[in-house]
């Protein structure tokens, strides 16, 4: 959409202005906010990294944010609560759309916010962050699997800024327990995973790549390689744990599951994060699929391996 081109447009030029005006900046934040209260997800995506962009890098209002998260937050404690006492209240269903906005904006605040920071939290909880990684997990258990489908998308976006989260064994049991489930209603849920874990290795690559940026801006006396192998080895600590039931997806009867899998395969390759032997029989496989894309793509992949 237009008002998401032109968030994504902002968030990139607002902090390379020179001294951009206070009434300016606020009035963005303002806008940001209400946006993300009014218009759909695409939307939502795009002004919260706006947000992240101006308050993270220029105004430090973070203020702001703490509020906007108390407003999104309370109001799944209270939707948790509700369900709690009732699992069949009318009022659940009138709630589902606000709450699924507000599972998908706590996601996102928790992706472009480092709520470890003390300065970021703002008097919130120290340990806010595992707060909503229970309560999420509460939903998580629920038969309901359009409420588990936005619950996981939430999940996704929080453990991309709080990748140790993926090392727990809550998150690890339930990721393991999605990606291996072959039954058709689960399919969704079993895509959603593989994108959880496919825009963690996107992200963690964007990641090093500005920290090689500011590294060459600064030229500081830190060791470039020794930051990169300690983010690698994390990424490549989590990949292993997760690698093998990844690679099961790639056998898949479901296409679009297949489809999902390889591109996880394709990031892990190109990031180095694993030995390619364990995945070239996989790939051989994959490379004999009736779908062309996926055989093609396989099968450029163990090519790639061989040079």
């Given at each position: 959409t237009l008002i998401g081109v032109v968030a994504r447009t902002l968030e990139l030029v607002v902090p390379l202005m020179e001294h951009p005006?206070?009434?300016?900046?606020?009035?963005?934040e303002e806008d940001a906010v209400k946006l993300v209260l009014l218009h759909d997800r695409t939307v939502i995506t795009s002004c919260l990294a706006l947000l992240g962009s101006i308050v993270n890098t220029v105004t430090k209002n973070y203020r702001l944010t703490r509020d906007c998260f108390n407003k999104y937050y309370s109001f799944i404690v209270d939707?948790?609560?509700?369900?709690?006492?009732?699992?069949?209240?009318?009022?659940?269903?009138?709630?589902?759309?606000?709450f699924r906005r507000a599972l998908y904006t706590v996601g996102l605040l928790l992706r472009h916010f480092d709520f470890n920071n003390e300065q970021v939290r703002c008097g919130l909880s120290e340990?806010?962050?595992?707060?909503v990684v229970d309560?999420?997990?509460?939903?998580?258990?629920?038969?309901?699997?359009?409420?588990?489908?936005?619950?996981?998308?939430?999940?996704?976006s929080v453990c991309i800024r709080h990748y140790e989260l993926m090392l727990t064994d809550k998150l690890k049991d339930m990721y393991h327990s999605l990606l291996l489930d072959v039954d058709p209603a689960a399919q969704q849920l079993r895509i959603q995973t593989l994108l959880n874990i496919e825009t963690y290795l996107q992200e963690e690559d964007i990641r090093m790549m500005k920290e090689d940026q500011e590294w060459a801006k600064t030229k500081t006396k830190e060791n470039l390689k020794e930051m990169h192998d300690v983010q690698s080895g994390m990424a490549s600590a989590i990949i292993q744990l997760y690698l093998k039931q990844v690679l099961e997806c790639s056998v898949s009867g479901n296409v679009a599951v297949r489809h999902s899998a390889l591109?996880?395969?394709?990031?892990?390759?190109?990031?180095?994060?694993v030995h390619p032997v364990q995945i070239v029989?996989?790939?051989?496989?994959?490379?004999?699929?009736v779908e062309e894309i996926i055989a093609h793509s396989s099968d450029k992949q163990v090519q790639d391996i061989e040079k």
């Open positions: 005006s206070e009434s300016f900046l606020s009035q963005l939707y948790k609560k509700l369900h709690m006492e009732n699992p069949v209240e009318p009022k659940l269903e009138q709630c589902k759309p606000f340990t806010i962050t595992f707060q309560t999420l997990l509460y939903f998580m258990n629920l038969s309901d699997t359009g409420l588990k489908y936005f619950t996981l998308q939430s999940l996704g591109r996880v395969t394709q990031l892990v390759l190109a990031q180095g994060l029989p996989y790939l051989v496989c994959m490379s004999t699929d």
